[in-house]
């Protein structure tokens, strides 16, 4: 079955860049739409970033545009989300979630299966 595991995350300063992982360690081979989301304390779970399994669609949150980029990784299995001119704004944690093919959107809820969340903190 599908297990989603982030890495990547960490302290880092206005500017600078960092570049999040997600992999499916799971047993099952299937493929899946992939996103990203993140929460910040006291605030809903927003949407990121999302790329469809063939590459097809890509989206961004008007809030990151021009300066996340998601795509990925080898086999497909693994989805990177590049994130540079980091904000203070930008410190939350973050979440990986796939969806089955075809079906992501922008909203949490279309996603069945999340990760466990790597923390980001910007600092000024």
């Known amino acids: 079955q599908v297990q989603l595991v982030e890495s990547g995350g960490g302290l880092v300063q206005a500017g600078d860049s960092l570049r999040l992982s997600c992999t499916d360690s799971?047993?099952?081979?299937?493929?899946?739409?992939m996103a990203w989301f993140r929460q910040a304390p006291g605030k809903e779970r927003e949407f990121v970033a999302r790329i469809r399994w063939s590459g097809d669609i890509i989206r961004y949150a008007e809030s990151v545009k021009g300066r996340f980029t998601i795509s990925r990784g080898n086999g497909k299995n693994t989805v990177i989300l590049q994130m540079n001119s980091l904000k203070p704004e930008d410190t939350a944690v973050y979440y990986c979630?796939?969806?089955?093919?075809?079906?992501?959107?922008?909203?949490?809820?279309?996603?069945?299966?999340w990760g466990q969340g790597t923390q980001v903190t910007v600092s000024s």
């Open positions: 799971g047993r099952t081979s299937g493929n899946f739409d």
């Open positions: 979630a796939a969806a089955l093919l075809r079906q992501s959107t922008d909203y949490a809820s279309t996603y069945p299966y």
